[in-house]
Nanobody, 121 residues
Framework: QVQVVESGGGLAQPGGSLRLTCTAS????????IGWYRQAPGKERIMVAI???????YYVDSVKGRFTISRDNLKNTVYLQMNDLLVEDTAVYYC???????????????WGQGTQVTVSS
């Protein structure tokens, strides 16, 4: 089985901070790009930040300068540090991990269950 588990969501005030954690696991699995996505009520799921195996990070424009994605390849863990939170950041945040069996072959991906982030005064 490939499992993706998120944690760290909760309630924060505007201007506050939260750190989300995504841990991916699987027997004989090689993980590739891992990203954070979010979905607000009534809106489509969008990519928030993604990080490659080499450590290159990409962000949606609305979070640039406020969010930072990082990864620990040994632990297959990705973090999303969210600073200067806005009410507009309120959403369910999902982690998506791309992976292969071993180091080659077809690529698959697995979603986590999501963690709620609520920004409110």
């Amino acid at each position: 089985q490939v499992q993706v588990v998120e944690s760290g969501g909760g309630l924060a005030q505007p201007g506050g901070s939260l750190r989300l954690t995504c841990t991916a696991s699987g027997h004989l699995i090689s993980f590739n790009n891992i990203g954070w996505y979010r979905q607000a009520p009534g809106k489509e799921r969008i990519m928030v930040a993604i990080i490659t195996n080499g450590g290159s990070a990409y962000y949606v424009d609305s979070v640039k300068g406020r969010f930072t994605i990082s990864r620990d390849n040994l632990k297959n863990t990705v973090y999303l540090q969210m600073n200067d939170l806005l009410v507009e950041d309120t959403a369910v945040y999902y982690c998506n991990a791309a992976w292969k069996y071993g180091g080659s072959g077809s690529e698959y991906d697995t979603w986590g269950q999501g963690t709620q982030v609520t920004v409110s005064s």
